[in-house]
């Protein structure tokens, strides 16, 4: 499917750097602020121009008349509602409701900055009581004024200004228009008098807000090379506000910067003429009374968080928020006709039982592993033969060449490099040409786990050995973490790269583990799946028991800080943890625990945020994932050969599917380009790919009118590139008898 410096110093000779004492009492320090933050804006709309005059109209005033005759005759000016001086809300009050009606006579542009000085020539409309609806708890004041602003932002000025007449509520008092210019337009002595007034009883706030009005202020004469003044407002500004030492320092340190780009490059900083006074003027906002002066595009936020909570209660939500379906006329609501829940193919290579897979990053390919000692990479597109926009899978590679059973598979960032490992060895893939790059051998036990750094640097591996091992892209060896107190069962690296998530047993409280019976000799449960895994962590039975009378296994979880290497947090958990993943907000950790439960962890709280029940998990490991829009779902395999589906935030179990052969569902994975595919694989040697049952629909149109046009799809009657690959009707049985030829077909790798 197409998823389709060193730098040089100032010729200048500064004075040295002498910080006076605090000219009062020292006070509590402040909480250390980063210095600079990132620069996102919201942008504004341009306004849309309206639709032409209806020619039944009387036709529009010329602008060279002073005054266009009308039906209204001239306001008196002593109705016109003139500015407040309040700088609170600039309204006032006769107790009944009935407010004066003071405008903004603001001249510039940006969070509802009006562009006319003129009033109107409306009249004011006293209505009684102060709610919008009488039976609604919503303040009449708050909500006109945050349609005047939403009216400005997007253009529509002289209807803000006529709302404001009209309702006698004006956006924001003269005091905070006039303080908003001054910052926009870096008239730093008028912002800072403005402060005080504002700042009335919240001398904290106002320390807080002096501050980042003195920095913005010294690093506009930095980029101006105004040394010297920089240098005086580091000295008599900045140092005086008892600002923690290491903060002063790195400012100080900006004097060495030898032009503004190098200024702008260290501070991650935009400069005067980008949008830096606009995000100085956001952060002041925090230290503002909201009802003194109103958040930016405050209206918009309201309504994208109604969205968003529409969207957390719709259980069935797998529709990008942005979708051109959503509409602010109705409830948001997901059809479950739209969900994947039906299988669409069945992809058989396998001659034994399947354990892992991975989509790769684009989405097109798929690698599976398992019992048979070898990975498959299968690729998905539009069929070349017919035209029709009909899937078809085929094997793109198969890579045989390892020693044991295959439990492990890791893609690169770039989809180049495919990682497995079997047993105690990791091998290194180039995908297009299935050619084995290295064979690392570090690790003396399982490898259990790998995982790419999301910047595409490296990789890190973990196993029953207690190892975790960061390696370069190329499979040189990085550095070893050494023995953790763990034997580790699997691992993740948060998508932030902040920390690396592991879970395990406790090294201290297990037996030496039992030999695992040869290749050649029967096993005592022929399902189970990763039955090296299990036998290397002492033969558990799935209740974390060592045999008769042993002691309890520990199970831990260990958070570490991926730059330091050291853990933040640990706890032990009741029950064998056997997966692990996290989501793509690197907030939560999903974990597979026997018996028969998935719990979503916290990674900032560090608790249990949810907990999944349904799915059977006892003696094999099992793999469950995040799945469609922003990780909604979580799936997950289970012992009764179904695949289970809950809704992530309520918890609700949604889907159990059936399909799949005798034995366990061992991995799920959600396809990362389309939210409405995702893929099992199983004990019965399958792998099964899920899509919602109104796609199925199109693509048998699309077949019949293949076949009645004598085109045929070549993808299940062994000729074609599907050769080995079943389609599947959504209601009705499998339809290939080709399954024994699929590492056959063309395009397969290592034979």
């Known amino acids: 499917?197409?998823?389709?410096?060193?730098?040089?110093?100032?010729?200048?000779?500064?004075?040295?750097?002498?910080?006076?004492?605090?000219?009062?009492?020292?006070?509590?320090?402040?909480?250390?602020?980063?210095?600079?933050?990132?620069?996102?804006?919201?942008?504004?709309?341009?306004?849309?121009?309206?639709?032409?005059?209806?020619?039944?109209?009387?036709?529009?005033?010329?602008?060279?008349?002073?005054?266009?005759?009308?039906?209204?005759?001239?306001?008196?000016?002593?109705?016109?509602?003139?500015?407040?001086?309040?700088?609170?809300?600039?309204?006032?009050?006769?107790?009944n409701g009935v407010r004066s009606s003071p405008l903004a006579l603001g001249n510039g542009t940006g969070n509802g900055l009006a562009k006319h000085g003129k009033a109107p020539a409306v009249s004011t409309i006293h209505l009684p009581g102060t709610r919008l609806y009488q039976d609604l708890f919503m303040d009449r004041e708050e909500f006109i004024r945050l349609v005047v602003q939403s009216l400005r932002d997007v253009g529509y000025s002289e209807s803000a200004a006529t709302l404001e007449a009209e309702s006698g509520y004006a956006m924001e008092s003269v005091e905070v228009s006039q303080f908003r210019r001054y910052i926009l337009d870096g008239l730093w002595p008028k912002a800072e008098a403005s402060l005080s007034r504002l700042f009335k009883g919240n001398e904290e706030g106002l320390c807080d807000a002096r501050f980042l009005i003195s920095q913005q202020k010294y690093l506009e004469l930095l980029e101006g090379k105004k040394t010297t003044a920089a240098l005086q407002v580091l000295r008599n500004e900045l140092a005086p506000m008892n600002t923690e030492a290491e903060q002063l320092h790195t400012l100080s340190s900006f004097l060495m910067c030898s032009d503004p780009e190098e200024l702008r490059q260290r501070t991650g900083w935009d400069g005067a003429s980008g949008s830096s006074r606009q995000q100085l003027l956001n952060d002041l906002q925090l230290y503002i009374p909201s009802s003194v002066m109103i958040p930016p595009r405050r209206l918009a936020t309201l309504l994208h968080q109604a969205r968003e909570y529409q969207n957390s209660r719709c259980v069935y939500h797998n529709s990008p928020l942005e979708s051109s379906s959503s509409s602010l006329y109705t409830d948001h609501h997901c059809n479950k006709s739209a969900f994947p829940n039906t299988t669409t193919t069945i992809l058989q290579g396998h001659s034994d039982e399947v354990w892992n897979m991975q989509w790769s990053h684009d989405g097109a390919y798929l690698a599976t592993c398992g019992k048979d000692k070898s990975a498959i990479v299968w690729k998905a597109g539009l069929s070349s033969e017919t035209g029709h926009p009909i899937e078809e899978w085929s094997t793109h590679q198969i890579l045989r060449d390892h020693p044991d059973f295959v439990g492990c598979l890791a893609w690169s960032l770039d989809d180049s490099i495919l990682l497995t490992s079997a047993e105690q060895c990791i091998k290194i893939w180039n995908v297009k040409t299935g050619v084995c790059l290295e064979t690392l051998t570090e690790h003396t036990e399982t490898v259990t786990?790998?995982?790419?750094?999301?910047?595409?640097?490296?990789?890190?591996?973990?196993?029953?050995?207690?190892?975790?091992?960061?390696?370069?892209?190329?499979?040189?060896?990085?550095?070893?973490?050494?023995?953790?107190?763990?034997?580790?069962?699997?691992?993740?690296?948060?998508?932030?790269?902040?920390?690396?998530?592991?879970?395990?047993?406790?090294?201290?409280?297990i037996l030496p583990p039992q030999p695992r019976p040869g290749p050649g000799a029967p096993t005592s449960n022929n399902n189970n799946n990763g039955g090296d895994q299990s036998s290397a962590s002492g033969g558990t039975n799935g209740t974390g028991n060592q045999g008769n009378g042993a002691t309890k296994n520990i199970n831990k979880l260990i958070i570490y800080d991926l730059g330091t290497k050291r853990p933040e947090f640990s706890v032990t958990l009741e029950g064998e943890l056997t997966s692990l993943k996290v989501s793509q907000d690197s907030r939560y950790a999903l974990i597979n625990l026997a018996p028969d439960e998935i719990r979503l962890w916290d990674l900032d709280t560090n608790h249990v945020a949810r907990k999944y029940t349904g799915q059977k998990q006892g003696k094999h490991v099992i793999r469950s994932c995040f799945g469609g829009i922003d990780g909604n779902f979580v799936v997950s395999g289970s012992e009764d050969s179904k695949v289970y589906i809950w809704h992530r935030e309520s918890g609700i179990l949604l889907e159990e599917l059936t399909g799949h052969g005798e034995g366990s569902v061992n991995s799920v994975a959600w396809n990362p380009r389309n939210e409405r595919m995702f893929a099992s694989c199983s004990d019965d040697h399958t792998i099964r790919i899920w899509e919602a049952p109104m796609r199925i629909s199109s693509l048998e149109s699309a077949h019949r009118g293949a076949e009645g046009s004598g085109l045929g799809l070549g993808m299940a009657n062994g000729k074609g590139k599907g050769k080995g690959v079943a389609k599947q009707r959504w209601d009705g049985p499998v339809q290939s008898e080709e399954a024994s030829v699929v590492g056959e077909s063309s395009g397969s790798g290592l034979s």
Request: hydrophobic share 30%; no cysteine; proline share 24%.
């Open 449 to 509: 786990a790998l995982a790419w750094l999301p910047d595409g640097s490296g990789f890190i591996s973990g196993a029953l050995d207690g190892k975790i091992i960061h390696w370069n892209a190329d499979g040189k060896l990085h550095e070893s973490w050494g023995i953790t107190p763990i034997r580790v069962t699997d691992l993740a690296i948060t998508p932030d790269l902040t920390r690396l998530v592991t879970i395990g047993m406790d090294r201290k409280s």
């Open 1 to 95: 499917m197409e998823t389709a410096v060193v730098p040089a110093h100032h010729t200048e000779v500064l004075p040295p750097l002498i910080l006076p004492p605090p000219a009062s009492p020292p006070r509590r320090p402040r909480p250390p602020r980063p210095l600079i933050s990132p620069w996102n804006v919201p942008t504004t709309t341009p306004a849309t121009p309206p639709p032409p005059r209806p020619s039944s109209l009387p036709p529009a005033p010329d602008p060279q008349t002073p005054n266009p005759p009308g039906p209204f005759p001239d306001p008196d000016p002593s109705l016109i509602p003139g500015p407040s001086t309040d700088p609170m809300n600039g309204h006032s009050t006769n107790g």
